[in-house]
Structure formats: C-alpha cells, structure tokens
C-alpha cells in the first residue's frame, strides 16, 4: 500500500483526509470500499474509487471491502492528507475502469509547446504588426517606412501565414502524440510491438476529441478501440 500528503486541519482539530483506492495493479479502482475512523466516522468510495471523510489527529482510519479489513492507518503519520490513496489485495471485475495519472518524467508538453511558440514568436504574431509610429526624445513623430513596406509584400506575408497554419498544425499532431502514446496504450490495453504499431495507426484519434475529452472519456475510448482491434486482429 502507499500514501502521500499535506496538512490541513481546521480550528476543531479535525482533518479531512481524502484519497483513491486502488485494486492490487494500482490501475484500476475500488468503489464501494467502507472506510472508518475510530472516532466512528464512515464513508464510502464512490464510482471513481475516491474518497473524503473528517478525523481527529489521534483517530485512525481502516478500509472495509468484501468481508475484510485493512490495518488501521493513524492520522498523524500520513504525510498528504489530501492523498492518501491506498492499494487492496483484490482484483476488480469492472467493464469499464479509471487508471491511476500517469507521471511524464521529461518536458511537458505545455513547456515544449511554449518554446516553440517564443522560437518563431513572429510567425505566431507576437511581434506588432501593421504601421508602427517611431519615436526618439527631443526628436518628431513618424511612420516605421519598414512596416509599411512590409504591408505591401503580400507574397512574403501569405508565405508566413501557411508557415505559421503549418506550425500550428504540428503542435496539434505532438499533443495528440503526447496523449496517445505507446506508453499510455500499452498500460491500458496491454499491447505491444507490431500489434500496438498497427492499432496506433488505425485509431489515432482526432485533436478536436484529444483536447476536450476528460481521462475518463479518453481511457473509455482506448479500451473500446482496443477491444475492436483485438476481435478483428484475433488477439486474445
């Protein structure tokens, strides 16, 4: 089992304490798992395995599911009240199941994205565009003649702005990588090498879906995906 966390009580010297629990792979998560406090405070993890009861500091809380009990864990050695997320020695039977966040130990893809974006920060329109007053102290207003010129090289200017759709058009297809990646897909479903190959290039998704879908709809539709590929791949 693991736990992690911060502290937080109120002025009555409860904490609430919150947290996930997983199966025994630390995929998959428990509903409907009791969890008790010695103070006599009960709650119960809800469809996506999380949740929130109030505890004193000198309480100990304990996990309840399928006739057993876990062993009580006391309020003041968990470090992350916040997250005291907890593994079961069971396996759930469950169609459809959330995956515990998943740590990308290199550069985020917001922070890839932003350094491409300062790179060719005048292609993606950060630097002034259209007529530029210049202006010196002690000296007269005027017109920034470069900026004019360049008002009237039209095809430099539609050249910039494909190169710019193209730029755009990549960052779009690395957050889909980002999301859809070997990684990600083998940790739900399990496949690998040629097979994992073939099903990334069948069902790639869109950016459109990719952006706005939540962990949830995104892992459904890995594992819908993935049962498909399977039936016509023949893979057990």
Do not use: C
Request: proline share 3%; no cysteine; hydrophobic share 35%.
């Amino acid at each position: 089992m693991f736990t992690q966390a911060f502290f937080s009580t109120n002025v009555l010297g409860q904490i609430t304490i919150s947290g996930t629990v997983y199966d025994s792979s630390k995929l998959y998560v428990v509903p409907d798992v009791f969890v008790y406090s010695t103070s006599g405070v009960r709650a119960v993890t809800d469809s996506t395995g999380n949740y929130q009861l109030t505890a004193g500091q000198n309480d100990s809380i304990s996990f309840f599911y399928n006739g057993k009990s876990t062993i009580k864990f006391p309020v003041k050695s968990m470090i992350n009240y916040t997250a005291f997320d907890i593994s079961l020695r069971v396996k759930v039977k469950q169609k459809y199941k959330l995956l515990n966040p998943i740590t990308v130990f290199t550069n985020s893809y917001q922070k890839d994205s932003s350094e491409n974006r300062e790179e060719y920060a005048k292609v993606f329109g950060k630097s002034p565009s259209g007529f530029r007053s210049t202006y010196e102290p002690g000296g007269a207003a005027g017109v920034d003649v470069d900026a004019l010129i360049g008002m009237f090289q039209f095809r430099k200017n539609k050249e910039r702005l494909a190169f710019k759709n193209r730029l755009e058009e990549q960052e779009e297809e690395d957050y889909i990588d980002y999301r859809f990646s070997n990684r990600t897909i083998t940790r739900v479903t399990g496949l690998k090498g040629d097979a994992l190959k073939k099903y990334r290039g069948l069902y790639r998704p869109n950016y459109f879906f990719v952006a706005n879908s939540t962990l949830a709809q995104f892992y459904e539709y890995i594992l819908q995906t993935s049962y498909a590929f399977k039936k016509e791949e023949g893979i057990e």
